[in-house]
């Protein structure tokens, strides 16, 4: 008797079962709607990295942008002008380059606990933006680097950790430039540079050298000694705070090397990591 | 219980969103745009209406006479899930647009709490197969109502200040609460005041 009651139990959502299936089968050859192959195409050449980077809601939602026409090709920051080259090959138009150089973000900050004043204790949520909620920041420099990681954890790449000096840095090798850390980052510390900066001045603020001076060991006094010193260098000292115009192709190292807070540095991988 | 009742019932007295706080998911998640929300609320007004209709047929001429009415939760998910399927290559086909503007809430559909829960009430009520029909669609009418003058809410609050903290989903929440509280108006003396 159990058996038997077991079997109808068995049949009856088994028959079910395939009852529905057999429908949905039939159904999705009637109602089959013939996909782009040139989206399928464009799947495949974008990374697939899904970061959003280009508007879009991932690479398929892109891919299916640009079938659709009006959108730009060279959106993928990720895969830079090669991506760009093949979309265009398959969308059947010729590549022009627009602004495609492949830039990456560092972090604009040199200054740590040995290095900065700090004007309170925070010990609150290991997260950028909320120490940012409280007065700036807990450093007295309101434009420096918080250190608590909120980029290290938004990166989709693990591009960014803490270096040996315990601050934070962003590997260019690794990172494919979504640019979500520069998004996070509520001080604007992580700046954007051309993929092959040598250099660039680790420092944000923009107070009078002397002030800088006071709470900060390793941030630019503005004393323009690296425009004098590498004139050809596209030094170029504004706000009381030192650029470099990556345009400018003359010699850095007089200017670097001259900088009396030491707060040029090196664009490089293999000695920060 | 007449229709007009069955009907009152479930679009005011036991609205599923404002009353029972069933499928709430699809009511936050398109809930931002009142064009979406027409189509979602169409879509579950038809999955809702056949969903019942279904598991009516299921439960009576499969279940009962098996003596195996235990079973109703799982085949009424089965049911429901291959009936959302369908609609789902339906839409794609008819309007991709409203497709891609339902997004991942239509699949969601399948596993929502609504649509098993009106087949699950309209057993538990012993309804005859056009009641359990008209339940269903009765049902499927009150998240229409829903979602459609909830986005008309959401529109208007883009527009408007809100506090940081709040924009978005918090005060969309907030709006659903206060929605609730004025369903409440809507109780059991209606439908005596209403039909005797």
């Known amino acids: ?250 010699d850095r190292q007089e200017g670097v090397t001259a900088c009396p807070t030491k707060c040029i540095v090196g664009n490089d991988v293999h000695t920060r990591q | 219980m007449s229709y007009i009742g069955i009907i009152i019932t479930f679009v005011f007295i036991n609205n599923f969103i404002l009353t029972q706080f069933l499928g709430l998911c699809p009511f936050i998640g398109v809930s931002r745009k009142t064009d979406s929300a027409v189509g979602m609320g169409f879509a579950v007004i038809f999955v809702m209406s056949m969903a019942s209709l279904a598991t009516w047929a299921v439960y009576r001429l499969i279940l009962v006479p098996l003596n195996i009415e235990y079973l109703q939760t799982i085949s009424f998910i089965l049911i429901i899930a291959a009936l959302v399927q369908l609609v789902e290559m339906v839409i794609l086909k008819i309007s991709p647009p409203l497709y891609k503007a339902l997004g991942i809430y239509l699949p969601l559909i399948t596993t929502n709490c609504a649509v098993l829960g009106i087949a699950l009430i309209a057993v538990r009520s012993e309804y005859n197969a056009m009641e359990s029909f008209v339940a269903g669609i009765a049902a499927g009418f009150g998240f229409l109502l829903a979602i459609v003058v909830m986005s008309a809410i959401r529109e208007r609050l883009d527009k408007e200040w809100v506090p940081k903290p709040f924009r978005g989903v918090p005060i969309a929440f907030i709006t659903a609460g206060l929605m609730a509280l004025a369903f409440m108006a809507f109780d059991k003396a209606l439908l005596k005041n209403l039909l005797g």
Not at chain 1, 25 to 39: I, M, S, T, Y
Not at chain 1, 145 to 152: H, K, R
Not at chain 1, 172 to 190: D, F, R, Y
Not at chain 1, 230 to 250: M, Q, T, W
């Open chain 1, 1 to 250: 008797m159990v058996l038997v009651r077991i079997s109808y139990a068995v049949a009856s959502v088994a028959g079910l079962g395939i009852l529905l299936g057999l429908g949905l089968a039939f159904a999705a050859r009637l109602l089959a709607v013939r996909k782009d192959e040139r989206a399928e195409a464009l799947e495949q050449a974008l990374p697939g990295a899904n970061c959003g980077a280009c508007g879009f809601a991932g690479c398929a939602a892109y891919a299916a942008e640009i079938v659709g026409g009006e959108v730009a090709l060279d959106l993928c920051t990720v895969g830079g002008p090669d991506v760009a080259k093949q979309v265009a090959m398959i969308m059947g138009i010729e590549y022009k380059s627009t602004s495609a150089e492949k830039r990456v973000p560092q972090v604009h900050c040199r200054g740590g606990v040995s290095t900065s004043e700090y004007a309170f204790e925070y010990s609150g949520v290991e997260d950028c933006t909320a120490l940012y909620a409280l007065f700036g920041g807990n450093k007295v420099c309101k434009s420096g680097c918080l250190g608590l990681g909120s980029c290290i954890r938004v990166c989709p790449v693990d591009a960014i950790c803490y270096d040996s000096d315990g601050l934070v840095w962003v590997n260019k090798e690794i990172c494919i430039s979504c640019g979500l850390c520069v998004k996070i980052c509520p001080t604007g510390v992580m700046q954007w540079l051309p993929y092959d900066a040598d250099y660039l001045v680790a420092c944000s603020s923009k107070d009078k050298g002397a002030r800088v001076r006071k709470y900060c060991k390793v941030g630019c006094i503005a004393c323009k000694i690296c425009e004098k010193k590498s004139p050809e260098g596209g030094f170029k000292v504004e706000d009381n705070l030192s650029r470099i115009d990556y345009a400018a192709a003359g």
